[in-house]
């Protein structure tokens, strides 16, 4: 049996003001052809589907198409919700959703109410266990969360976890391929820094002795870098489909390609796929930024600059977008200050505005500003009063 396994699709996703949703459709269509050309028996999708619990009609287009594709072809699906889906949308959607032949789950279940699925594929049965994102406040009961302090908090949250994941291979038989799947964060999981860090650490960061080792494979979701993870069977996180932001810059994505067949641990290959606009942050210092912008002129995805500077430059955003219009971020990053021990005590009622922040100026970069420097600052200041008088 070939299973394709992928997640973190992020449709509607925007970066700068920049919609990135025309570049995960591309992605989903050479995944559609990759499905199509191998006869896989079923995709997997861990969640975030979408970026946002209501995404943009046309964020929900490009899903529907993908899922038509697959049924157009005869290939099943099994989805779950994600911490940027909305479980309940989902949850709604799963009747017509299963028109299409795409089983989709929102909201955590045990397996006697919807949580395992049964797939008859060409190649036989699957049995695929699927926990959506488990949330903290869903799992736990308002009492515990008034009660209980984090610790006992985050150890019944596992344990509530780690039951789910226990009563889905209840119906793990030994004559289908059994696989688990989960919108959730492991320990030790190397992160890409573009997750909600508030459901990557803490109560959320599980440890591997929660994950059964009934299945033959288990395909996670949440974390966007493609890595493998320690279990007593095969576990590895798909990663994200394109470089949702710069802290992913440069890396490599694509899907996870299984071959399994009942009774024996799955076989495991990293298919990467092309992104229209791939993600570089570029290093730059202020004396020669032409120079380096110029060999980054015709770069095909987005850029971050990173420009080393002794003292603020007025109109750097300006330059730099006249020789590379694809930078997206541009960031300046300035000499280590030397830390004043002494404090200054600032009277409330002679506060003026200019020279605080001449004085913040000669304490954080040891320089005295260009008058053009305050100029722009004071002009700025008198906007922001008239726009906001105390």
């Not at 949702?244 to 390609?257: S, T």
Request: hydrophobic letters at 40%; proline letters at 6%; a negative charge.
């Amino acid at each position: 049996m070939r299973l394709i396994h992928t997640a973190d699709w992020h449709l509607g996703r925007r970066l700068k003001g920049i919609d990135r949703t025309r570049e995960i459709a591309g992605v989903l269509q050479q995944i559609l052809a990759y499905a199509i050309e191998w006869e896989v028996d079923a995709v997997l999708i861990a969640g975030d589907i979408f970026d946002v619990p209501n995404p943009p009609a046309y964020a929900e287009r490009v899903a529907y198409e993908f899922f038509c594709g697959l049924q157009a072809a005869g290939i099943p699906a099994v989805a779950i919700a994600g911490n940027h889906d909305s479980a309940t949308r989902i949850d709604g959607l799963a009747t017509l959703l299963s028109l299409a032949g795409i089983q989709a789950l929102g909201k955590p279940r045990r397996g006697d109410d919807g949580g395992v699925i049964t797939l008859e594929t060409k190649s036989g049965k699957l049995c695929v266990g699927a926990m959506p994102f488990a949330s903290e406040r869903r799992m736990l009961d308002a009492h515990a969360l008034w009660t209980q302090d984090e610790v006992v908090q985050r150890q019944s949250y596992r344990e509530i976890v780690a039951d789910l994941f226990a009563d889905l291979t209840q119906g793990f038989r030994g004559d289908r391929v059994n696989v688990l799947m989960g919108h959730l964060a492991m320990d030790g999981a190397r992160l890409a820094h573009s997750e909600v860090a508030y459901y990557t650490r803490d109560t959320y960061a599980l440890g591997e002795q929660i994950l059964p080792p009934e299945a033959q494979y288990i395909a996670l979701g949440h974390i966007h870098v493609h890595q493998q993870i320690k279990a007593s069977c095969p576990t590895y996180y798909s990663g994200s489909l394109i470089q949702i932001d710069f802290g992913e810059a440069e890396q490599e994505k694509g899907f996870c390609l299984i071959t399994v067949e009942p009774g024996s641990a799955a076989q495991v290959e990293f298919i990467p796929v092309a992104c229209q606009k791939p993600l570089k942050v570029i290093w730059c210092h202020g004396d020669t930024l032409n120079d380096t912008l110029e060999s980054y002129q015709y770069y095909p995805g987005f850029l971050k600059v990173m420009v080393k500077l002794d003292s603020p430059q007025l109109g750097l955003a300006d330059r730099v977008r006249q020789i590379c219009p694809q930078a997206l971020q541009i960031q300046p990053i300035y000499p280590e200050a030397t830390a004043n021990p002494g404090q200054r005590i600032r009277d409330s009622n002679s506060f003026d505005p200019v020279e605080e922040f001449r004085h913040y100026y000669q304490e954080r970069l040891e320089t005295t500003p260009d008058p053009l420097v305050v100029q722009e600052f004071q002009s700025l200041y008198h906007k922001l009063k008239e726009k906001n008088p105390v």
